[in-house]
C-alpha cells in the first residue's frame, strides 16, 4: 500500500524553512554561552588600571608612549627616562612644569599618604640608597607608569615587593 501526500508545493517549503530555522537555533546556542575568566595576571590588572583611568588624554598619553626605551637623559620617542616622562605628561596632561631632574621632582610635591593618592600623583624611589632616582605617575588600584631602565615605559604594580622597599615618597604637585 502506497500513501501519497497531496500537499500544495508552497506547504513542503515551509516546512523545510521551518526545520531550517529550527536546526540554525539549536546549532548556533550551542555557540552563545560566553564563558566569563576573571584573571589575575599582572597584564590583566594593568589593563584595568588603565580602563579604569578618568582622564582620557592621560590614557592616550600612556598608550602613545608605551613600550618607548629607556635612555639616561632622553626626552623623546626615541629614547626617555624616568624624570623626563613624568616632566612630559605632567605638563602635557596637567598643565604643570615640574623641574627635569627626579630628585628635584620630589622636592616640589606635597607628600601625600600613598592610601590617599589620586591619579596623576608623582610616587619617588630610592634604588641607590637614600636619595631619590627613580619617578612614576600614579595611576589607580596599585598601578604607576614610569619609564623602567629594562622595560621601557611601562604600567607596573606599585604593591610589588620590590616597589615597596625602595618607595620614598608619594604626593601631589597641587
Same mark, same amino acid.
Given at each position: 500500500?502506497?500513501?501519497? *501526500?497531496? #500537499?500544495?508545493? +508552497? ?7 521551518? +526545520? ?14 560566553? +564563558? ?7 597584564? !590583566? ?12 588624554? #592621560? ?23 624616568? !624624570?623626563?616622562?613624568?616632566? #612630559?605628561?605632567?605638563?602635557?596632561? +596637567? ?26 600623583? #608623582? ?34 604594580? *606599585? ?16
Amino acid at each position: 500500500m502506497e500513501i501519497t *501526500l497531496n #500537499l500544495p508545493p +508552497y506547504t513542503l517549503r515551509l516546512k523545510n524553512i521551518f +526545520y531550517l530555522i529550527t536546526l540554525t537555533v539549536f546549532l548556533s546556542s550551542c555557540g552563545t554561552r560566553k +564563558y566569563t575568566v576573571k584573571s589575575d595576571t599582572k597584564a !590583566s590588572k594593568a589593563a584595568d588600571a588603565m580602563a579604569n583611568l578618568q582622564s582620557k588624554p #592621560l590614557y592616550r598619553f600612556i598608550t602613545d608612549w608605551t613600550g618607548v626605551k629607556y635612555r639616561f637623559g632622553g626626552l623623546d620617542k626615541g629614547g626617555i627616562d624616568c !624624570s623626563g616622562f613624568a616632566f #612630559l605628561l605632567e605638563k602635557e596632561i +596637567y598643565g604643570v612644569t615640574l623641574p627635569r631632574i627626579s630628585r628635584e621632582q620630589a622636592n616640589v610635591v606635597k607628600r601625600k599618604n600613598i592610601d590617599n593618592l589620586k591619579e596623576g600623583d #608623582l610616587v619617588f624611589f630610592s634604588f641607590g640608597g637614600n636619595d631619590v632616582d627613580h619617578v612614576g605617575v600614579y595611576l589607580n588600584n596599585g598601578f604607576f607608569v614610569h619609564a623602567s631602565t629594562t622595560r621601557g615605559v611601562i604600567v607596573d604594580d *606599585l604593591t610589588l615587593p620590590a616597589y615597596q622597599r625602595v618607595l620614598v615618597k608619594s604626593g601631589s604637585v597641587n
